[in-house]
């Protein structure tokens, strides 16, 4: 006959729990990309009288979520510096424009010291 002890509950020990706890949170700090965002800066319009220094050639750009237009002349992103002369590019914006390909825009445009961008609301 088999001797049946009764049953004893030990006390649970928290320590493997808060170690399981402590190296996922390790792990997950060390594995996470803490990237920087770069800032571009925007000039917005203001309503008021040209002043002298205003330039005196403009380009106006168009840009839409599929579209871009260049005086009213549809060119792609890549083929867009070849065709802006010196001066000043405004920029509108459609309503389905999203602010990926407005950033992709003016990356593109910010290459150049003789263009100033001025982005419509």
Wanted: avoid cysteine.
């Amino acid at each position: 006959m088999r001797k049946t002890a009764p049953f004893v509950r030990r006390p649970m020990s928290m320590t493997p729990l808060i170690d399981v706890i402590f190296l996922l949170l390790m792990f997950f700090m060390l594995s996470s990309t803490f990237s920087t965002f770069g800032e571009i800066e925007l000039s917005q319009a203001i309503a008021g009288t040209a002043t002298g220094t205003t330039p005196s050639e403009r380009s106006f750009v168009q840009l839409g979520a599929d579209r871009l237009v260049l005086n009213g002349a549809p060119v792609e992103l890549e083929g867009l510096m070849g065709q802006l002369g010196t001066g000043q590019v405004l920029v509108s914006l459609d309503d389905d424009v999203s602010a990926q390909r407005l950033v992709d825009l003016l990356v593109r445009l910010r290459g150049r010291e003789d263009l100033s961008v001025l982005v419509l609301e």
